[in-house]
């Protein structure tokens, strides 16, 4: 009689798994299927020469926009989180709301800074380059980072707060924050990481 009710309660969860990887499972025996029929196609799954070099480019910059955005939004998040003043409760939906600015925008804006900055500095000879990494790196961090302190912010919520009392008991604020506030924030936190990852 138990294992007819495990059974049942298993069923939910089997179709639950079946909608999430079905679409994973059809694009691997797609992709085998199209391998068996042009083997040529093997050469295409490892990158080689310029697409090496511009996974390896897309790799780094994902990685560090991705760590950039996650340190800053645990610093800033902790600080919107345990701030109890007014003018943070101002600053923190302020900052929250520039979430929905598509980075186009930021692109744009950012380009006309440093073609601002450039006429500025064109009589002494300096210059920044409007393309490239450096750009795409502070593009990609300001265009993720509502998203990476909003995550952080979620993070330090979900902290039990008698749990933080109990330890400042015995501990200084920062000790407590590293200790207890941290760990126990950490899968938000990466979740956070992940997301940014996967979206880079």
């Known amino acids: 009689m138990m294992g007819n009710k495990n059974g049942k ?9 079946f909608f999430l990887f079905s679409p994973l499972i059809y694009l691997v025996g797609d992709s085998l299927i199209r391998v068996v029929q042009e083997p ?22 994902a990685s560090t926009v991705s760590i950039t955005v996650t ?3 645990v610093l800033a998040g902790s600080k919107l989180v345990y701030e109890r003043g007014k003018a943070w409760s101002w600053v923190k939906w302020g900052f929250l709301l520039t979430a929905p600015v598509p980075p186009y925008i930021h ?16 009589g002494i000879g300096i210059s920044f380059s409007g393309y490239g990494f450096g750009i795409s790196y502070l593009v990609d961090t300001m265009a993720y980072l ?8 979620v993070g330090f919520m979900l902290v039990e707060t008698p749990a933080v009392e109990a330890a400042r008991l015995y501990r200084d ?3 407590v924050f590293v200790d207890v506030v941290l760990p126990l924030a950490s899968p938000m936190i990466l979740a956070a990481l992940g997301f940014l990852l996967d979206g880079k």
Request: cysteine-free; aromatic content about 8%; hydrophobic content about 60%.
């Open 40 to 61: 040529s196609l093997v050469g295409l799954m490892f990158p080689a020469g310029r697409r090496f070099g511009l996974l390896v480019n897309s790799l780094k910059l």
């Open 146 to 153: 509502p998203l990476g302190v909003g995550l952080a912010m």
């Open 9 to 17: 309660a298993a069923v939910p969860q089997f179709i639950l798994i």
């Open 71 to 73: 340190v800053i939004g």
């Open 173 to 175: 604020n920062f000790r």
């Open 107 to 122: 692109a744009l804006v950012w380009s006309g800074v440093v073609s601002n900055v450039n006429q500025l500095l064109k």
